[in-house]
């Protein structure tokens, strides 16, 4: 295989938010027993990213959702997404192919920050809630919020 060519890329966060948020309100003893149980609560993390190639931007959305999964239930929906301006951009494009080329570790990175901040976004928009210091997202390796490619590995 040929070594690709080296790219130079640069980023800065420039902005950081909440998109969506909504709970439901329950029992704090409701809550703290489900929290008990190993079977009654669920979460759900999806990860969307999307290029803005004219504003060299790169957009990570983090949609989170914690569930009652007895009755499907949405306990805590939450939506965090960081902007990226990405210097050298378009670099990274191929246009043959339609797509833009990043490289893994860049974006094993952006996914952890965005990651993180979803996090501490979440633990903002709860801390009125019943939810406050009883629900965190966890800690999660970044490498399972995105599929890569095996040729990199």
């Known amino acids: 295989m040929a070594k690709d060519k080296e790219i130079k890329l640069g980023y800065k966060i420039l902005k950081i938010h909440t998109t969506?948020?909504?709970f439901t309100d329950i029992d704090s003893n409701e809550l703290t027993n489900l929290l008990n149980s190993?079977?009654?609560l669920g979460i759900n993390v999806n990860v969307s990213l999307n290029i803005n190639k004219d504003e060299?931007?790169?957009t990570l959305d983090v949609?989170?959702?914690l569930i009652k999964t007895k009755d499907k239930t949405f306990l805590v929906e939450h939506s965090g997404r960081t902007v990226y301006f990405v210097d050298g951009l378009e670099s990274t494009f191929d246009k043959e192919k339609n797509v833009y080329n990043l490289p893994n570790d860049l974006l094993i990175q952006w996914y952890s920050i965005a990651y993180t901040h979803s996090r501490a976004l979440l633990a903002?928009?709860?801390s009125p809630t019943?939810?406050?210091d009883k629900y965190f997202l966890p800690v999660i390796n970044p490498l399972d919020l995105?599929?890569?490619d095996k040729k990199e590995k």
Do not use: A, M, P, W
Request: charged fraction near 35%; aromatic fraction near 10%; glycine fraction near 0%.
């Open 38 to 40: 190993k079977e009654d």
């Open 63 to 65: 949609s989170t959702q």
């Open 20 to 22: 969506k948020f909504s």
């Open 146 to 148: 995105l599929k890569l």
């Open 124 to 126: 903002i928009e709860i």
């Open 130 to 132: 019943v939810y406050k």
């Open 56 to 58: 060299s931007t790169l």
